[in-house]
């Protein structure tokens, strides 16, 4: 049950600051009111993440004590990665469309889009391996069914939040206009760009 809480809390919590890539894909289609489309990304994304959140939980200690640099290489690849996303959402406009939405393509895309998008971020390893160590240090059982719930909830945590949030643009996105959205896009990108910054710091050092 702890894991199932937990895990829960964990991933809708750590959704909540709308400035990563999922977010920023999340807000742009809303806005675009390609609604379907961003709750497809959220549950790919959050396919890819429950599986990071495993293998962080499962396998997070004994690699880093097996392989000291592999977190910088992780970093590392992780800046370049955001890096690359960053600049791409630099560059993003949104235009917010008033009548329905068509559109051609499959619709699996999405869904892959935000499961390629979370997969190729492999700083979300060390991320859910920091959280790991912590939230189960907090338990006083760390049971097989504790263990093997609290991903699995986690990704529910994380598809649950980015639902809300997609139903708050649906309702509010006029209101926050095409100028107010692409600079909100735009502060993104450069956090972004600036959290890629930081990580290419630790790497280095």
Same mark, same amino acid.
């Given at each position: !049950?702890?894991?199932?809480?937990?895990?829960?809390? #964990?991933?809708?919590?750590?959704?909540?600051?709308?400035?990563?890539?999922?977010?920023? @894909?999340?807000?742009?289609?809303? !806005?675009?009111?390609?609604?379907?489309?961003?709750?497809?990304?959220? @549950?790919?994304?959050?396919?890819?993440?429950?599986?990071?959140?495993?293998?962080? *939980? /499962?396998?997070?200690?004994?690699?880093?004590?097996?392989?000291? #640099? *592999?977190?910088?290489?992780?970093?590392?690849?992780?800046?370049?990665? @955001?890096?690359?996303? $960053?600049?791409?959402?630099?560059?993003?406009? =949104?235009?917010?469309?008033?009548?329905?939405?068509?559109? +051609?393509?499959?619709?699996?895309?999405? /869904?892959?889009?935000?499961?390629?998008?979370?997969?190729?971020?492999? +700083?979300?390893?060390?991320?859910?391996? &920091?959280?790991? &160590?912590?939230?189960? #240090?907090?338990?006083?059982?760390?049971? %097989?069914?504790? !263990? %093997? @719930? /609290?991903?699995?909830?986690?990704?529910? $945590?994380?598809? =649950?939040?980015?639902?809300?949030?997609?139903?708050?643009?649906?309702?509010?996105?006029?209101?926050?206009?095409?100028?107010? $959205?692409?600079?909100?896009?735009?502060?993104?990108?450069?956090?972004?760009?600036? #959290?890629?910054?930081? %990580? *290419?710091?630790?790497?280095?050092?």
């Amino acid at each position: !049950m702890q894991g199932v809480i937990f895990g829960f809390l #964990s991933g809708f919590i750590g959704s909540i600051p709308v400035s990563g890539p999922i977010a920023l @894909l999340v807000f742009r289609n809303s !806005m675009q009111g390609h609604f379907q489309w961003a709750q497809r990304i959220v @549950l790919g994304a959050a396919l890819a993440e429950a599986g990071y959140c495993a293998l962080a *939980l /499962f396998g997070y200690i004994q690699l880093i004590q097996a392989f000291p #640099s *592999l977190a910088s290489y992780i970093r590392l690849i992780g800046a370049i990665f @955001l890096f690359i996303l $960053g600049i791409f959402f630099l560059v993003q406009k =949104v235009h917010i469309q008033t009548e329905g939405v068509t559109t +051609t393509e499959r619709k699996g895309a999405p /869904f892959l889009t935000g499961f390629l998008i979370a997969a190729f971020n492999p +700083t979300l390893f060390l991320t859910w391996g &920091s959280a790991n &160590s912590i939230i189960f #240090s907090w338990l006083e059982i760390t049971g %097989l069914w504790d !263990m %093997l @719930l /609290f991903p699995i909830f986690a990704g529910i $945590g994380i598809i =649950v939040w980015f639902f809300i949030l997609v139903a708050v643009f649906k309702r509010y996105r006029e209101k926050i206009g095409e100028r107010i $959205g692409n600079y909100a896009i735009r502060a993104a990108a450069f956090i972004i760009l600036g #959290s890629g910054v930081y %990580l *290419l710091f630790q790497a280095i050092s």
